[in-house]
């Protein structure tokens, strides 16, 4: 959770969340387990298929098998690294970002999520970003006129809600992220509407 009170120009580090990790395992085990049990049953039993004890008996030891070795997989990964940063200077990803993504870059900060799935947060890019901010960029709208667009999942995030990130970057965005054009009074950049984007970017 996001203690934006704590100090304000502290430098705050996110990590993924264990448990998230842990019921993707879980899905691609079971997922694998599936694949395999069809074509082993392909291969004995043809078209046919395998007698319902003969199915419960390799089903069950796959399922086991394969949920613990993805488990056993995610256990042995280093999630102790920070795979956000938000500061004072601006926006890292070390994951996927060769350098800092500075506030002066962002245009807009907003939430997106359609259909039932989970809210993530899109930080709209300025229109005038210098050629070396274009490699952080991780995702672009679908649409042909949308803008380009770096998107986050805190539902990934370890111990991390989505409004109290969302709060966090609007205020470091406001104190940090102004730049001569808009000191100067100059029109904003268009608004951007969640209705234009259609999936998360991993």
Known sequence: MVDSASSEHAEFEFFH???VFYVL???CGIALCYCLFQLVEIFFAGREGLAPLTRAAILIPLVVGCSSLAMFCVSRMNLQKAVLIISP???WMPATMPQLLPWTSVSQ???FGEYGSPKNIAVILRDSLDPGTHPQVTKVSPGRSGPQSLVLSPALLRNTKTD???VLMKRYHKKFGRTPDADSGAPDQPTFHSSGW???EE
């Open 109 to 111: 900060i907003m939430l």
């Open 17 to 19: 969340s264990v448990r």
């Open 25 to 27: 395992a879980v899905a």
């Open 164 to 166: 109290d990130l969302l």
């Open 89 to 91: 200077a601006g926006i």
């Open 198 to 200: 259609t999936g998360i």
